[in-house]
């Protein structure tokens, strides 16, 4: 069985989908097999991956208009990917999307799900079938509640993992607070100047930019998550 996780908080631009991209990469790398699906309507993480033109989506997967065989790719950084649809949220089915990965699941250690900002049925959907969530925070009010809110949703038995997306401010009381409520991983991923120069690449980071900060905190993260699910 393969171990879901989920990213996501409710304020925008936390890096979920930056971190859904470079932790399936980061995965990879440490041998795992790993399916990356994008559940956002807005389908950022499809854009950037090079794929807004595959024949089939999420939602077709969730419709049996393909089968998954058709529907999930390779990429060339070892993961597999299913493209995200701007139509997911009119499709979006928990029953049927637990069968769907089911199915997947013999095949892969992981399955990582990117989810929109919006609580829209793509994101309650991946919320129900995850094993865990991972939690991207900024040290601002907005992206602590952002998380919290979802936190507050979920049924029990599920991993809440948090990661603190950093600049050079800190918040003491934040930080006290995002302890209190969330299992707080021991590696941050700071601002990155690589990051942004690879914005037009459909390389991660840790390919363009092997060697940089950035690719280390997100190996670092990969590996304490693997650690925290007992998948290494
Ligand atoms: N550590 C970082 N350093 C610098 N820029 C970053 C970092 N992480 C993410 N970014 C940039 O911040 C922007 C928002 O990131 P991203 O799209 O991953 O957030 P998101 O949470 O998925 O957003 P949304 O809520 O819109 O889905 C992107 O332009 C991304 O390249
Ligand atoms: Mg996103």
Redesign the pocket.
Same mark, same amino acid.
């Given at each position: 069985m393969s171990s879901i996780i989920t990213l996501a908080?409710l304020a /925008? /631009? +936390? =890096? %979920? @989908? +930056? @971190?859904a991209h470079n932790l399936s990469v980061a995965f990879t790398e440490y041998g795992k097999k790993v399916l990356l699906i994008d559940l #956002?309507a %807005?389908g #950022?993480l499809t854009f950037i991956l090079g794929k807004e033109s595959a024949r089939v989506t999420i939602a077709d997967l969730l419709t049996d208009k393909a089968s998954i065989d058709s529907g999930v790719i390779s990429t060339p950084e070892r993961f597999d990917f299913i493209p995200g649809s701007s139509n997911i949220n009119n499709v979006s089915q928990q029953e049927t999307f637990a069968n769907l990965l089911s199915k997947c699941s013999p095949k892969y250690d992981l399955i990582v799900l990117d989810t !929109?900002?919006t609580p829209s049925t793509a994101l309650f959907m991946a919320l129900e079938v995850s094993n865990s969530i991972l939690y991207p925070i900024q040290l601002t009010v907005s992206s602590f509640r952002g998380a919290h809110r979802i936190r507050s949703l979920i049924k029990p038995g599920i991993k809440h993992l948090a990661f603190l %997306?950093t600049d050079s401010s800190r918040n003491e009381n934040l930080e006290r607070e995002i302890m209190h409520d969330f299992e707080l991983l021991d590696c941050e *991923? !700071?601002? =990155?100047k690589e $990051? $942004?120069d690879n914005?037009s690449s459909s390389s991660s980071v840790l390919s363009s930019f092997k060697n940089s900060a *950035?690719s280390s905190s997100y190996r670092e993260l990969g590996y304490s998550i693997l650690e925290k699910l007992s998948l290494i």
């Amino acid at each position: 069985m393969s171990s879901i996780i989920t990213l996501a908080n409710l304020a /925008g /631009g +936390t =890096s %979920k @989908t +930056t @971190t859904a991209h470079n932790l399936s990469v980061a995965f990879t790398e440490y041998g795992k097999k790993v399916l990356l699906i994008d559940l #956002d309507a %807005k389908g #950022d993480l499809t854009f950037i991956l090079g794929k807004e033109s595959a024949r089939v989506t999420i939602a077709d997967l969730l419709t049996d208009k393909a089968s998954i065989d058709s529907g999930v790719i390779s990429t060339p950084e070892r993961f597999d990917f299913i493209p995200g649809s701007s139509n997911i949220n009119n499709v979006s089915q928990q029953e049927t999307f637990a069968n769907l990965l089911s199915k997947c699941s013999p095949k892969y250690d992981l399955i990582v799900l990117d989810t !929109p900002s919006t609580p829209s049925t793509a994101l309650f959907m991946a919320l129900e079938v995850s094993n865990s969530i991972l939690y991207p925070i900024q040290l601002t009010v907005s992206s602590f509640r952002g998380a919290h809110r979802i936190r507050s949703l979920i049924k029990p038995g599920i991993k809440h993992l948090a990661f603190l %997306k950093t600049d050079s401010s800190r918040n003491e009381n934040l930080e006290r607070e995002i302890m209190h409520d969330f299992e707080l991983l021991d590696c941050e *991923i !700071p601002m =990155s100047k690589e $990051l $942004l120069d690879n914005e037009s690449s459909s390389s991660s980071v840790l390919s363009s930019f092997k060697n940089s900060a *950035i690719s280390s905190s997100y190996r670092e993260l990969g590996y304490s998550i693997l650690e925290k699910l007992s998948l290494i």
